[in-house]
C-alpha cells in the first residue's frame, strides 16, 4: 500500500463504524426517554384511579380554614430539594369525642420528606381518612428560605402545583386563601 492510500482506507473503515455507533445510541436515547414517559403517563392514571375514590373538595369547608394548624388535609411545604409532606390521620373512634388523651392529634401527623418526582406515588398513597375536605392540599413556601434559594423554590412550587392539578388535586394556599 501506498502512503497516500492509508488515509483514505482508514476513513473507509471508521465511517461506518463511527455511524453506526451514534446510530445506534441515538436510537437508544429515544427508545429509553419514550419508555420512561410512558411509564411515567402509567404512574400518573393509576395515581388518578386512586385517587378518584376521594370525593371532589368542599369549598365552602376548605375556604373557611386560614391557619395552617387547622388545615386537617394533607399539606406541602416546598424546599430547594425536596417536599416535606404532611398527613393527620383520621381519628379511628371519632364517636368518643375529637382526640382526647389517648388519641392526640399530634399522634395522628406523620411527616414525610419526598423527592418532587415521587409526589404523584405519596399522594396516591395517603388513605381516604385523612382527606375530610375532599381532593384539596394545602401548598405553602417555608418561611425562611434563604434568598438564594427562592428561585429553586419557586420552580418546584410550580412544578408541584402543576402535578397536582394533573392528578385532579385542588390546591390551596392556606395562609393567602388562594385556590391555584
Given at each position: 500500500m501506498t502512503r497516500c492510500s492509508l488515509p483514505l482506507v482508514s476513513c473507509l473503515?471508521?465511517?461506518?463504524?463511527?455511524?453506526?455507533f451514534y446510530g445506534c445510541h441515538?436510537?437508544?436515547?429515544?427508545?429509553?426517554?419514550?419508555?420512561?414517559?410512558?411509564e411515567r403517563n402509567a404512574e400518573q392514571d393509576s395515581a388518578r384511579q386512586q385517587l378518584?375514590?376521594?370525593?371532589p373538595p368542599s369549598k365552602s369547608r376548605f375556604m373557611a380554614i386560614h391557619t395552617a394548624e387547622?388545615?386537617?388535609?394533607?399539606?406541602?411545604?416546598v424546599e430547594p430539594g425536596m417536599l416535606e409532606?404532611?398527613?393527620?390521620?383520621?381519628?379511628p373512634t371519632p364517636q368518643l369525642g375529637?382526640?382526647?388523651m389517648l388519641r392526640p392529634v399530634a399522634a395522628r401527623q406523620q411527616e414525610l420528606n419526598i423527592s418532587l418526582d415521587k409526589l404523584d406515588e405519596a399522594v396516591s398513597s395517603i388513605p381516604e381518612s385523612a382527606w375530610p375536605y375532599g381532593r384539596v392540599?394545602?401548598?405553602?413556601?417555608?418561611?425562611?428560605?434563604p434568598a438564594k434559594a427562592?428561585?429553586?423554590?419557586?420552580?418546584n412550587l410550580e412544578v408541584t402545583v402543576r402535578e397536582l392539578n394533573d392528578l385532579g388535586i385542588v390546591v390551596y394556599d392556606v395562609r393567602d386563601g388562594i385556590v391555584r
Open positions: 473503515v471508521l465511517a461506518p463504524l463511527l455511524t453506526v441515538s436510537h437508544t436515547f429515544s427508545e429509553d426517554a419514550e419508555q420512561a414517559r410512558a378518584d375514590m376521594i370525593p387547622s388545615w386537617e388535609n394533607p399539606s406541602i411545604t409532606l404532611r398527613v393527620t390521620v383520621a381519628d375529637s382526640g382526647g392540599v394545602s401548598v405553602e413556601e417555608p418561611t425562611n428560605t427562592e428561585p429553586q423554590v419557586r420552580r
